[in-house]
């Protein structure tokens, strides 16, 4: 298998570009509803933090996937898709691509506009490039708390919709994404 895509299946860097995406915003998603039921206090300190630690290394990966995902090869959809499933396919990746952007953005705003910092995984703080806004803060908040539903659910979907290819349809979307 060779590191770039060909037209026929994804290379090793796709593969591992959307394995780690997924078990990062899969953690996120579940600190971020998680860090909603906490009292204040140390241990909630520590939830947030390693959330926007998570989030910010999330945009950074994101921004290289875009880049990745635009100068690869495309892979064919397997010959057994409908346009149905292509497109769903297509819109759905497309839709989580933007989203692995908003989030991160409008949380890093979020604390921004707030006048917080995010110390990246305790090794350095990210600077404030905005000044406090309680109006841009509610609007980051409220963008950043209606995306975790979005991205809640199109990755419910997308997860779904590679479980019915692989148990119903019987195909190898799932395997070409382990690289089978």
């Known amino acids: 298998m060779s590191l770039r895509n060909s037209n026929t299946s994804f290379g ?16 996120v998603i579940f600190a971020g509803f998680y860090m909603g039921t906490l009292e204040k206090g140390d241990f909630k300190s520590q939830v947030v933090g390693l959330h926007k630690s998570t ?14 995902t ?34 991160p953005l409008s949380g890093w705003f979020m604390s921004m506009s707030k006048g917080y910092t995010i110390d990246f995984y305790w090794l350095f703080e990210l600077p404030i490039l905005i000044e406090k806004s309680e109006t841009l803060h509610e609007i980051c908040e409220e963008i950043h708390e209606i995306g975790a539903l979005v991205i809640t659910a199109i990755a419910a979907v997308h997860i779904l919709a590679a479980l019915k290819h692989h148990l119903m349809d019987k195909d190898d979307t799932i395997n070409r994404m382990l690289g089978r």
Request: net charge positive; hydrophobic share 70%.
């Open 70 to 103: 635009l100068s690869s090869e495309k892979v064919a959809p397997l010959a057994s898709w409908s346009k149905a499933d292509t497109a769903v396919a297509h819109a759905t990746k497309w839709l989580l691509m933007v989203m692995m952007l908003v989030m």
């Open 55 to 68: 989030g910010f290394l999330i945009l950074l990966i994101v921004l290289f996937r875009w880049y990745w």
């Open 12 to 27: 090793k860097m796709t593969i591992a570009l959307h394995w780690i995406m997924a078990i990062l915003i899969i953690g």
